[in-house]
């Protein structure tokens, strides 16, 4: 006689069909079953093509955009990109209202990416780090919309694996967050309070997708950041500041070294290598730091909209990749960076950007041909 199904036996199973139907119910996809748990490394070897993509503000569209224009998307938006690494440099968060999708997006191609030897690797940002500090100061209504939607999915979610008998009794998600907030807006409070509850420390969202988020990485001889790396963080050990940050982002420690991500001379805040002008930017500072990092030839970073487009500075040492594309910045046009370590070392830019149609365009070091609105394009960048 078959055993009778009940929570009693199945607690796993309904806690697993709860979770997805929180996610469908939120982001309108189904995540792929997760591969074994990848080891938390700082640095990866040169894969056969690798592409940056910068920072992306709550704009899905620009995103999928940015995406699809380095061929790692098909039109039915799953990973096409083979064994190709992806490093997105942080700030996801805040400016715009999908925030959340974008967060389950990149979560779906990672476990997609995985199955065809590719990679996606994911960073913080300033904004990331704002937000699990509760500082929603760049956080807009629909962004908070998408948050309180959210939660009222979780709290459902909650409510039915709390009726089974065979699962511990979930945490209630608004534990310890006031009910109200001095100079907040009645009608924002629930946003907030969800914020709060989604990305503090040990919060739902934190834990899963913050804290597997790298704060700084190397991939063959690249140095992906958002900000910049000095020094002094050289010598605090990169793999011991993406441990420290995972650590806090996901409640197994109280705090997390300042020095790493506050303040204009942290990772994920510092301009010294992305000031928009050039000639600004610190080039001494950078040569010391990339001869202390082993292999290391270039830097990559996010954080300062490049409003030319993505360019390079320090003779191509440093390599600024934020174009503004979100429509919470200055909504520009997608571009993105693609690597080839294994063929020479050969860098290009790929841009949506239309100026380039059938037009040669020159800039210091770099080259523009373009051949079209959303087709990639050329920019061919010394290494």
């Known amino acids: 006689m078959e055993a009778e199904m009940s929570c009693d036996n199945l607690p796993n199973f309904v806690s697993s069909f709860v979770d997805t139907f929180v996610d469908f119910c939120v982001a309108g996809i189904f995540l792929p079953d997760p591969p074994s748990p990848p080891l938390f490394q700082t640095s990866f070897p040169s894969p056969d093509r690798l592409i940056a993509i910068g920072d992306l503000h709550g704009d899905l569209l620009k995103s999928k955009q ?79 919309d998408e948050f309180t939607n959210w939660a009222d999915w979780f709290c459902i979610g909650n409510n039915i694996k709390s009726l089974c008998d065979g699962l511990e009794k979930p945490r209630y998600l608004y534990d310890g967050i006031p009910s109200s907030f001095p100079r907040v807006k009645q009608e924002y409070v629930k946003g907030f309070r969800s914020r709060i509850a989604a990305l503090r420390p040990q919060g739902p969202i934190a834990s899963r997708f913050l804290s597997k988020n790298l704060t700084v990485v190397v991939v063959g001889e690249s140095v992906f950041v958002h900000g910049g790396v000095l020094p002094d963080h050289v010598v605090y050990g990169l793999e011991r500041i993406n441990e420290e940050v995972r650590d806090w982002i996901s409640g197994l420690k109280g705090k997390v070294n300042s020095s790493l991500v506050r303040g204009r001379n942290s990772l994920v805040w510092l301009r010294k290598f992305s000031n928009e002008v050039a000639k600004d930017c610190d080039c001494g500072m950078l040569e010391h730091v990339l001869n202390t990092i082993p292999g290391a030839r270039r830097m990559i970073m996010g954080h300062t909209i490049q409003e030319g487009g993505i360019n390079g500075a320090c003779g191509n040492r440093a390599i600024r990749i934020d174009v503004g594309m979100s429509e919470g910045c200055i909504n520009g046009l997608p571009e993105v960076l693609e690597i080839n370590e294994n063929s020479g070392v050969r860098m290009r830019i790929l841009t949506a950007n239309p100026i380039y149609h059938n037009s040669n365009h020159d800039s210091d070091s770099l080259k523009k041909e373009g051949i079209g609105l959303l087709i990639p394009q050329q920019v061919e960048v010394e290494a």
């Open 66 to 144: 940015a995406l699809r224009l380095a061929g790692l998307i098909d039109s039915n938006d799953r990973w096409s990109g083979g064994s190709s690494t992806l490093v997105q440099v942080g700030d996801v968060l805040d400016r715009g209202g999908q925030e959340l999708k974008i967060l389950y997006f990149l979560e779906k191609l990672k476990r997609q990416a995985v199955k065809s030897g590719g990679n996606v690797i994911t960073m913080n940002g300033n904004h990331e780090i704002m937000n699990v500090d509760g500082d929603f100061r760049y956080v807009t209504p629909s962004g908070l």
